[in-house]
Structures are given as C-alpha cells and as structure tokens.
C-alpha cells in the first residue's frame, strides 16, 4: 500500500514563507502533484514533479527527492488568500497510475 | 461552463433513502473517478473508470455504487443511505497516459463537489 505523510496544520504571517513537506513510501512511484483546496471547493492542481530538484512557479515552488521518498511545496509572499488546504498526490505506475492523496495540510495566513 | 460538472452541488437526505449523484465531463477524458472526502482523512477513492466497459472498486466502496452511461457521464448511487455517509463527494477525470500537459502522469480535473448529509 501507500503511506504519505504531511503535517496536518501551519500557520504563518502574510508575506512569510512556509514549506509543507510531503513523505512517501511507495512501490511503483511516476511522479508528485501539490494541489490547493480552499474551503468546501475543489482541489486545483499547482505542481507536478517527475525528476528530482526544484520547479518553481511563481511564488510556489516545489521539490522531489526521489531516492528519500520526500517533497515539499514551497510557498513565498503568503497572501491571505493562500489560506487553504495543500494535497500531496504521488502517482503511481504499479496503479495504473492512479493518484494516492495524503491527508491535506491546511495553512492558515495571519495579517 | 465546468469541464467537470456534478449534480447536485448539495443534499440532505435521511437515513434509508437512495440517493444519486450525476458527474459530466466535457474534457474527452477516458478515465474518471468518484472520491470522497472527510475531514482529516483526505480524499478516498470509491470507484473509478478507465472506459465505458469498465469499472472497478476503489479502497472504500462498501455502500455504493456506480453505472458509466457513457464516455462523459459516471453517476454514483447510495442504495440505502446512512448517517456516515455524510462527506463531500468529488468526481474527477484524468486524460490520456501520451499527450496534454502531463502525459502519462495520472493528473486529475475535478468537479465542484456534491456535499451530502445524511440525517
């Protein structure tokens, strides 16, 4: 089975940055997805990545580790709008790559 | 308009009805799936589809059940609903493992989400 674990709360400044780090134990691994998910919405997908090191976008970033089994999504210049929930999804080849979720951190921006 | 719509947005229902959720997709997307989602526990993958012929269970699929009526419609049925039933219910499609922005990844397009209580 899959074990994927992020820290289930943070809580930071506006214009701070935090990184929510995402651990795996997978068989099978393909690739890493960071999706948002505000309130009682659906999630939207932010990143994805496949090989190890850093993407960036904007103000998020987010890295792989593939031979530790670690990610994490980094997010720069916090605006209270990026208070929501942040899901890790590792897709699978050994599941016809179906997305496994871990169960959300949700980060909440104080003024 | 969504890519991804469901129906309804909202339900309260009482324990023992049959209650069904309708999913739409306008993405030409093969494969779609229904998840639930709980606070705390992330979304949990009920039942899934790669094509019109095929379903399958996903890790909680005890108490419900599926019908694929065609490439874009995936509906979910609770025959006989009960209070723990209560969640906020996704469907998602994913596209083909070769083209679009992420070939061969799995990456999901969700719907708005349909949230259901049962009293």
């Known amino acids: 089975g899959q074990n994927i674990d992020q820290p289930t709360e943070m809580t930071a400044t506006e214009g701070a940055i935090v990184q929510i780090n995402c651990t795996y134990q997978t068989s099978g691994f393909n690739g890493l997805f960071w999706y948002q998910q505000h309130a009682g919405e659906a999630p939207t997908f932010l990143s994805y990545?496949?090989?190890?090191g850093l993407e960036e976008k904007g103000r998020f970033s987010s890295f792989l580790s593939r031979s530790k089994g670690y990610s994490y999504l980094l997010l720069k210049e916090l605006q209270m709008k990026d208070s929501a929930s942040y899901l890790c999804?590792?897709?699978?080849?050994?599941?016809?790559?179906?997305?496994?979720f871990g169960a959300g951190t949700t980060v909440t921006v104080r003024a | 308009d969504a890519d991804v719509t469901q129906t309804p947005r909202n339900r309260i229902t009482k324990t023992g009805k049959r209650i069904m959720l309708e999913c739409s997709q306008t993405k030409g997307h093969d494969r779609m799936y229904w998840y639930r989602q709980d606070p705390g526990l992330g979304l949990q993958l009920i039942y899934y589809?790669?094509?019109?012929?095929?379903?399958n269970k996903g890790e909680i699929s005890d108490g419900y059940s599926v019908s694929r009526q065609a490439q874009a419609k995936f509906s979910l049925s609770l025959e006989s609903a009960i209070p723990n039933q209560t969640a906020l219910y996704f469907c998602?499609?994913?596209?083909?493992?070769?083209?679009?922005?992420?070939?061969?990844?799995?990456?999901?397009?969700f719907g708005e989400g349909s949230r259901l209580t049962v009293l």
């Open positions: 998602a499609t994913s596209g083909p493992l070769a083209g679009g922005s992420y070939p061969g990844t799995g990456e999901l397009f």
């Open positions: 589809s790669f094509d019109v012929k095929d379903i």
């Open positions: 999804a590792v897709s699978l080849l050994s599941n016809d790559y179906k997305l496994s």
């Open positions: 990545n496949v090989l190890d």
